[in-house]
């Protein structure tokens, strides 16, 4: 079974600049999250889907990022305009409804690390 | 409040050496879950392990251990006999409910030495 991926894997572009990063989340898994490691501090949480819907996204830091799941599969994170202070490493996860016995396993994708300059 | 605190940012052993990595967490829930997370060279964020706050049982899972103390939050990893490809980061995580976004530690960066 194929795993979190994201795309792209690094991404330079230059401050005012737009970038969309994209997480396609493991088959089935109705939970997608996005992260970010800004560079030297810890992973952030940015927001939560479940399925098309945002169930949580205060940690999201500005209205230049807008985060979408149309259809309720794959995701896009898009930066507009980017400024150099969101240079680091986007991850997304993707976990299945899970008891509350179980908690909830969330699979990471390998990161899409943006550069602005 | 939810805080994870790893308070070695690196560490570095000799191959075979045991090495334990220190989490501390504060949270006002009764019901949580903790996780650790190796990040390897490669990138990519690779489970390891998930507790919830209903079991304390440690866990031994080859060379790796867990210890779990509610009285001290603190969900410690230890690894028996180091291997250069435990070299990492590794991460301790979070989570107040089982749909809630995680609370990262700021990571703990093992160098194995040959």
């Known amino acids: 079974e194929a795993g979190v991926t994201q795309f792209p894997s690094h991404s330079v572009i230059e401050k005012g600049q737009t970038v969309t990063l994209r997480c396609d989340p493991i088959?089935?898994?109705?939970?997608l999250y996005w992260y970010r490691r800004v560079m030297g501090k810890e992973i952030k949480f940015l927001l939560h889907?479940?399925?098309?819907?945002?169930?949580?996204e205060s940690g999201m830091p500005n209205n230049r990022f807008l985060a979408e799941r149309t259809g309720g599969t794959y995701s896009t994170l898009k930066v507009q305009p980017a400024e150099l202070e969101d240079s680091g490493v986007y991850f997304c996860?993707?976990?299945?409804?899970?008891?509350?016995?179980?908690?909830?396993?969330?699979?990471f994708g390998p990161g899409t690390r943006l550069t602005v300059l | 409040a939810q805080k994870v605190t790893q308070a070695q940012t690196e560490i570095s052993v000799v191959e075979k050496e045991d090495v334990t990595l220190d989490c501390v967490y504060e949270?006002?829930?009764?019901?949580?879950?903790l996780f650790w997370y190796k990040q390897p060279p490669s990138g990519e964020l690779v489970f390891l392990i998930r507790r919830n706050s209903f079991d304390e049982q440690n866990e031994i899972s080859g060379r790796y251990s867990w210890n779990f103390q509610k009285s001290t939050s603190s969900f410690n990893f230890t690894i028996t006999a180091s291997q250069v490809v435990d070299s990492a980061v590794y991460f301790c995580a979070l989570s107040e409910d089982y749909g809630q976004n995680f609370v990262f530690g700021p990571g703990t960066r093992l160098s194995v030495l040959p």
């Open positions: 889907f479940v399925k098309e819907s945002k169930q949580d």
């Open positions: 949270t006002r829930d009764t019901t949580y879950y």
């Open positions: 088959s089935g898994h109705d939970n």
């Open positions: 996860a993707s976990s299945q409804i899970m008891s509350w016995v179980r908690g909830n396993e969330q699979f």
